[in-house]
């Protein structure tokens, strides 16, 4: 009877779990995984952030198929320039990219007829100019949104440029005083940089070669023959860039330490990115070994999109990173495959509003994602943050806690507005639950002080009371001592 | 033997050692005062006082994912790494012209922990007490519990053996050695076993497929 009352128990509870799976499954039905790494760098899945929204050919907008287009930009006005490639030509699609608005693929320049070849790149600047890296013809060519010719910019000559550089651009972006940056092929200095003149200035955002002292230590051993058939130790290479409204230069490079995968460059070319609690930069801190998908994320574009918050395009998993100006690792998606909203060959992301598009070469398409509650709810708490409005900010994070309460950014900033708002006891749980030593220290400090100043008016009273019991006990005793010795005397 | 366990002279004693390590060593080897159930006792408290601190030490100074704390593993691996200290340093001592018996490697090692025990339990409780800004004292009783076990532990070996310090040093290196040697050995041991016992399995199968 009691066997078979568990067993009841036992297939209901069972009936329930799988009723469960099913109700999950059935929300589901994503073609990727949302997840982020917690304080332990365990992977931890996450409610989906963005999910897909459309996916954009060219026979839909309403002209014929892109052929291998490799860039995207979205223009101050909306519209959405793509590099179609292959098919030597820019595409301009209105906002949300349902119809061609035109089609560049000739300018006229000098009274003369002039076409791309391969164009890679592309860029709105702020002052409305359309910037095309026209790859094989070795120029970036300016025209306006129209098409019209303004100017070129090519051969680029100083003395840092080896003799024989051959330039061939291939993403390009202009910053708010019409600076032209470059990232060209084999330019693995850095990121080349031309004045609004056409002028160029000379190299950016160099990054260091780091040698081991390993490789050192074989490299004094080989001999010259030996070490002229070596493997050069070059920097690694920019793939991606893109620029924020302070005219900070964000740049995608390729990792293949995994650690540090986009520069943030001031000004003078120098990497001022922050990096969070766990000090990397490199998408997946995990992965298989062995295989195709083994190794570090490649990251292969960059866009900023506000409020200090970027995303990065990992080529080779097909994931999009979103972290924040802190460098915290906000939500991961996306996959490759052959599903809806997943990718063959990912190579540009941008940004339309609220949405983030991909454009994917091998098919030729955009796909479209649009922010869930739970994304949107980050980027509004993060957003807020960013803004210095923290308070703003707890009402997000708490409506981010009730869909993920494991979100550590969640807990920590709800624990620190506690933390602003005196309330240390609470502050102390929520600032463990998002794994912040730092703060959770502070707000222990002014507990343990809170305590200690409620209970110092108890406590010294008793010991007062035991001290004045001593002191009485010890003048007894010593009363009855002399006694005793004058009986003794006696 | 047991009763050693029992007896308030030899716990006594296992706190003299702590204060006078090298009279008190002398007086284990030679005159027996010492115990190996007390020894091991202390070995068995030492990891439960390093568990514990893994554990339980605040969150403040705690880096260890709780989950990862085992008492019960931690506690096989220490009594395992405790008897292959004491079996390998004898093992040298025995052909280098040492002077202690296992039994008395046994006692040296297992004294010296009291020092662990008693500043990880400090350093527990006192954890729960301290901000980030005074976690270096935490540090400091942690590092003095060690550094004061590890130079029992050396002086232990040199008294028991009666060893200059040099030669204590070189035994203590080869011993290190030897543990290799013998985990070494174990792996392969186990691996044949298992591969004996495989080869005689799949001939019991290949009859009861037969059959």
């Known amino acids: ?490 | 033997m047991i009763k050693e366990l029992f007896s308030l002279d030899k716990w006594k004693y296992a706190f003299y050692t702590v204060s006078h390590p090298m009279d008190a060593y002398y007086e284990i080897r030679h005159r027996g005062r010492g115990s190996v159930p007390v020894a091991i006792v202390l070995v068995i408290l030492f990891s439960l006082s390093f568990s514990v601190n893994r554990m339980s030490a605040s969150f403040v100074v705690n880096d260890v994912d709780p989950l990862d704390v085992n008492a019960l593993t931690e506690l096989i691996a220490v009594l395992l790494l405790y008897l292959l200290m004491c079996v390998s340093n004898w093992s040298i001592t025995c052909l280098m012209e040492g002077e202690g018996r296992l039994k008395d490697i046994a006692i040296a090692i297992g004294y010296a922990l009291i020092p662990m025990i008693v500043c990880f339990n400090i350093a527990t409780l006192f954890s729960q007490f301290v901000s980030l800004e005074e976690a270096a004292f935490y540090w400091i009783i942690m590092a003095l519990g060690i550094a004061y076990g590890l130079i029992m532990m050396l002086m232990g070996i040199m008294v028991v053996h009666n060893y200059t310090l040099a030669k204590t040093l070189v035994t203590v290196f080869l011993t290190f050695i030897a543990m290799f040697i013998i985990i070494f050995v174990v792996l392969l041991f186990v691996d044949l076993i298992n591969q004996v016992y495989s080869f005689f399995y799949s001939i019991y199968q290949e009859l009861m497929y037969r059959a």
């Open chain 1, 1 to 490: 009877m009691r066997r078979q009352k568990w067993f009841v128990t036992l297939a209901a509870s069972l009936a329930a779990a799988v009723a469960a799976l099913g109700t999950c499954a059935g929300a589901k039905e994503l073609p990727y995984d949302t997840y982020t790494y917690d304080y332990r760098e365990n992977v931890m899945l996450t409610p989906a952030a963005y999910v897909p929204n459309g996916r954009i050919t060219g026979q839909t907008a309403g002209t014929t198929d892109f052929k291998e287009p490799q860039d995207l930009c979205v223009a101050p006005d909306g519209l959405v320039y793509v590099a179609d490639t292959g098919n030597n030509r820019i595409v301009v699609l209105d906002e949300d990219m349902s119809q061609t608005v035109r089609i560049i693929d000739s300018f006229e320049r000098d009274g003369e007829q002039d076409s791309f070849n391969a164009p890679y790149g592309v860029c709105v600047s702020e002052n409305e100019q359309l910037y095309v890296a026209d790859s094989n013809n070795k120029r970036v060519v300016v025209l306006t949104p129209e098409g019209e010719f303004v100017k070129i910019i090519d051969n680029p000559q100083s003395e840092v440029l080896e003799d024989d550089f051959d330039f061939v651009p291939l993403k390009v972006t202009v910053d708010y005083a019409d600076r032209v940056y470059v990232i060209a092929r084999n330019a693995f200095e850095g990121i080349l940089v031309f004045e609004n003149t056409g002028d160029f200035t000379g190299y950016f955002g160099t990054i260091d070669v780091k040698i081991t002292l390993w490789e050192k230590f074989w490299r004094r051993l080989a001999s010259k023959e030996e070490r002229s058939k070596q493997q050069l130790y070059i920097p690694t290479e920019f793939t991606g860039i893109d620029i924020d409204s302070d005219g900070f230069v964000y740049a995608s490079n390729l990792d293949s330490d995994g650690l540090q995968g986009i520069r943030r460059l001031n000004p003078r070319g120098e990497d001022v990115i922050q990096k969070g609690e766990n000090q990397n930069l490199g998408g997946d801190l995990w992965g298989s070994v062995y295989g195709t998908y083994s190794g570090p994320s490649e990251f292969t574009d960059v866009v900023y999109r506000g409020k200090g918050i970027y995303s990065l395009l990992d080529r080779k998993r097909g994931r999009i990173f979103t972290y924040d100006k802190e460098g915290n690792l906000l939500y991961v998606f996306g996959g490759l495959g052959s599903q809806e909203g997943t990718f063959n060959t990912p190579v540009a992301i941008e940004t339309v509003e609220d949405q983030i598009i991909v454009l994917d070469a091998y098919h030729g398409a955009v796909l479209k994602f649009a922010a869930t509650e739970y994304g949107s709810l980050i980027d509004k708490a993060v957003g807020l943050r960013y803004d210095g409005d923290e308070k703003q900010a707890i009402g997000a994070w708490e409506q981010v806690l009730k869909l993920n309460e494991n979100n550590e950014l969640a807990n920590s900033g709800i624990g620190k507005a506690y933390l602003t708002a005196g309330d240390n006891a609470q502050a102390m749980k929520y600032l463990k639950l998002g794994m912040n030593r730092k703060y959770y220290s502070i707000a222990w400090q002014r507990y343990r002080n809170e305590l200690l100043t409620q209970s110092i008016g108890p406590v010294m009273t008793v010991v007062v009371a035991v001290i004045a019991v001593f002191v009485l006990l010890a003048q007894v005793r010593k009363r009855k001592g002399r006694g005793k010795r004058k009986e003794g005397l006696l």
